[in-house]
């Protein structure tokens, strides 16, 4: 079957403008997590969906950044007037349930670097 | 707040050697433990999860330890090989605080294995 995918795989934008990151996680994972990834550094984590709900959003470094899934499946990290610092790597992974022994199955990742 | 190092930064070593890399955390409290390879430009690939009733677990030329009680963990390659080259990641689940399953990972261990 098919793995966690993340589109675009590489995004550049210039200072100040709006970006969509997509993530489609395994078919039937109920929790979804964003992490970021800076260079050198492992990721970070940023939100946190089980179903449609944020379940925990205390990751996101302030509120220039949102994420969505509506429909419990796709999900969007959104990021509003992008700044040089936003570049990174925005990883994004699926689980089945959310459990002590969740194993999480990571994503390509997008690239994201902001001019 | 839990906080995993790993060392070495980085290591290079001939083919054939096995060797161990290295992880610590410093809250006992956690749900368990995994280890990931990361390719350049590329997600995260899940190696070994240990669940933190247990000691060890294998795969192939890996094995990973964990002794909770010390905050530790190594991962074993056996006669590695240049297809090992890839950046090592070790991250923990942590248990209670408002933790919802989302990973805490250290910074990672570069790995070349010469041929």
């Known amino acids: 079957g098919a793995g966690v995918s993340q589109t675009p795989s590489n995004k550049v934008t210039e200072k100040g403008k709006y970006v969509e990151l997509r993530c489609d996680p395994i078919s039937g994972h109920t929790a979804l997590y964003w992490y970021r990834q800076s260079l050198g550094q492992g990721p970070e984590f940023l939100i946190y969906?089980?179903?449609?709900?944020?379940?925990?959003d205390s990751g996101l470094p302030n509120d220039r950044f949102f994420a969505v899934r509506p429909e419990g499946s796709v999900s969007t990290l959104k990021i509003q007037r992008t700044e040089r610092g936003d570049s990174a790597v925005y990883l994004c992974?699926?689980?089945?349930?959310?459990?002590?022994?969740?194993?999480?199955?990571f994503g390509p990742g997008t690239r994201l670097t902001v001019l | 707040k839990q906080e995993v190092t790993q060392i070495p930064a980085a290591l290079s070593v001939p083919e054939g050697e096995n060797l161990v890399l290295n992880c610590s955390f410093t809250?006992?409290?956690?749900?368990?433990l995994q280890w990931f390879r990361q390719d350049p430009g590329k997600g995260l690939t899940s190696l070994l999860l240990?669940?933190?009733?247990?000691r060890e677990q294998t795969s192939g030329r890996l094995n990973a330890s964990l002794d909770k009680s010390s905050g530790r963990s190594t991962l074993y390659i056996a006669a590695s090989q240049p297809g090992d080259s890839a950046t090592y990641l070790c991250?923990?689940?942590?248990?209670?605080?408002?933790?919802?399953?989302?990973?805490?990972f250290g910074k990672g261990t570069k790995l070349s294995v010469k041929p």
């Open positions: 992974a699926s689980s089945l349930v959310r459990s002590s022994y969740n194993e999480q199955f």
């Open positions: 969906f089980q179903g449609t709900g944020a379940a925990d």
């Open positions: 991250a923990v689940t942590p248990r209670g605080g408002g933790s919802q399953g989302n990973l805490i």
């Open positions: 809250d006992s409290a956690i749900y368990n």
């Open positions: 240990i669940q933190s009733s247990q």
